[in-house]
T-cell receptor, first 113, second 113 residues
Framework: DAGVTQSPTHLIKTRGQHVTLRCSPISGHKSVSWYQQVLGQGPQFIFQYYEKEERGRGNFPDRFSARQFPNYSSELNVNALLLGDSALYLC????????????FGDGTRLSIL | GDSVTQMEGPVTLSEEAFLTINCTYTATGYPSLFWYVQYPGEGLQLLLKATKADDKGSNKGFEATYRKETTSFHLEKGSVQVSDSAVYFCALSSLGGYNKLIFGAGTRLAVHP
């Protein structure tokens, strides 16, 4: 079975631009979460979506937004990119909304110039 | 708020040596605890988990026991291999109705032949 898939794998943007990252969960998983991993640090929680509704939000500015589609895939959008947004963005899926192990994709490496 | 503290790396060992990576946590209630591993250029893979006090998670020769009295979840392996070289993250699943993982900063392990 396919794992969590993310696209693109790498992306280079300039300050002020916007970006859309995509994630397809494991088949049957209804929950998708997004994390930001800055180089040398642990991942930081951005959002969780379950059944197309936002269930949790981390301490990120409103420039970050996300949505989940009827097929449970998800998009993360970031507007007005800053140099500090350079990071590995990880998507994770799980069966349910709470307490289930999360399975991660390989991430999208976003570089801001 | 909830947090996870891991021993700083890098940890450098010879093949077949004993491994311990310390992890302590601060949390309200009794969260689930996880160890994830990240190989170069990849996302996070779930290594093992424990959901309640005194549970022992194990996988691929790695073990960790949920110690409520010391709020710890130390990772151990009796005999490491070169292929175990990676970054290891301790994490807790924050309670509250959604699936938010809080990660430690990660510990890099390098195993030499």
């Amino acid at each position: 079975d396919a794992g969590v898939t993310q696209s693109p794998t790498h992306l280079i943007k300039t300050r002020g631009q916007h970006v859309t990252l995509r994630c397809s969960p494991i088949s049957g998983h209804k929950s998708v979460s997004w994390y930001q991993q800055v180089l040398g640090q642990g991942p930081q929680f951005i959002f969780q979506y379950y059944e197309k509704e936002e269930r949790g939000r981390g301490n990120f500015p409103d420039r970050f937004s996300a949505r989940q589609f009827p097929n449970y895939s998800s998009e993360l959008n970031v507007n007005a990119l800053l140099l500090g947004d350079s990071a590995l963005y990880l998507c994770a899926s799980s069966l349910a909304s709470d307490g289930q192990p999360q399975h991660f994709g390989d991430g999208t490496r976003l570089s801001i110039l | 708020g909830d947090s996870v503290t891991q021993m700083e790396g890098p940890v450098t060992l010879s093949e077949e040596a004993f491994l311990t990576i310390n992890c302590t946590y601060t949390a309200t209630g009794y969260p689930s605890l996880f160890w994830y591993v990240q190989y170069p250029g990849e996302g996070l893979q779930l290594l093992l988990k424990a959901t309640k006090a005194d549970d022992k998670g194990s996988n691929k020769g790695f073990e960790a026991t949920y110690r409520k009295e010391t709020t710890s979840f130390h990772l151990e392996k009796g005999s490491v291999q070169v292929s175990d070289s990676a970054v290891y993250f301790c994490a807790l699943s924050s309670l509250g109705g959604y699936n938010k993982l809080i990660f430690g900063a990660g510990t890099r392990l390098a195993v030499h032949p």
